[in-house]
């Protein structure tokens, strides 16, 4: 039997299964390594930037980064990468998210969306994937778009950050997020 299993072994070494799925495997790791260094570097700008927000962040359970690439004339759509993190735990949920509208407008963006979540029911319910967002999210009020919202609403807080600073309002109507099985 030991023989048998060794022979199967050296098969698929040959075939450059094994070497394959290290290489996969490495793949992964690299990619969610990234969506971590990405969420982390927008969520030590949001912090630094906007000092009030530092409080609902204290206060999280845990949070969600992504970034998104929205585009569209008349009818506009988009998606994005990102990880959610329980505080707690330390546990990083990586996920996918997509969204689509109907409005008047032409052109792309780019841009970061961080959810704060109040309680570990509320991530609990994201983390368990097809969470579908329905409200438009007051972020910010501000000319200079450097205020910030003090409080969650329904347990959670919402902030779009675009090149040009933190957004008048994060609106994720018609947002749905699931977990990443590719990075699991």
């Known amino acids: 039997m030991h ?3 060794s022979l199967l072994l ?3 070494l040959s075939l450059g299964v094994g070497p394959a799925l290290a290489q996969d495997d490495a793949k992964v790791q690299e990619r969610r390594q990234e969506i971590d260094r990405n969420a982390q570097a927008t969520l030590d ?3 630094k ?3 009030g927000v530092r409080d609902l962040y204290d206060r999280a359970t845990g949070y969600a980064v992504f970034t998104v690439t929205k585009g569209g004339f ?3 759509g988009g998606g994005g990468n990102g990880v959610a993190v329980n505080k707690k735990s330390g546990q990083h949920t990586y996920m996918r ?3 689509g509208g109907i409005g008047l407008g ?3 963006e780019r841009y970061s969306l961080v959810v704060l979540f109040e309680t570990e029911d509320r991530l609990n319910k994201f983390l368990a994937g097809g969470w579908d967002s329905s409200a438009t999210a007051e972020a910010v009020a501000g000319q200079e778009g450097v205020a910030f919202r003090s409080s969650f609403i329904d347990g959670i807080a919402f902030y779009q950050i675009s090149e040009k600073g933190l957004m008048a309002h994060a609106d994720v109507t018609g ?3 699931w977990v990443n099985d590719e990075l699991r």
Do not use: D, H, N, Y
């Open 97 to 99: 998210m997509g969204l």
């Open 45 to 47: 700008e949001l912090l």
């Open 175 to 177: 947002t749905k997020f």
């Open 106 to 108: 032409i052109g792309g």
């Open 3 to 5: 023989i048998r299993q």
């Open 74 to 76: 008349i009818v506009s």
């Open 10 to 12: 050296a098969a698929f």
């Open 49 to 51: 930037t906007q000092t």
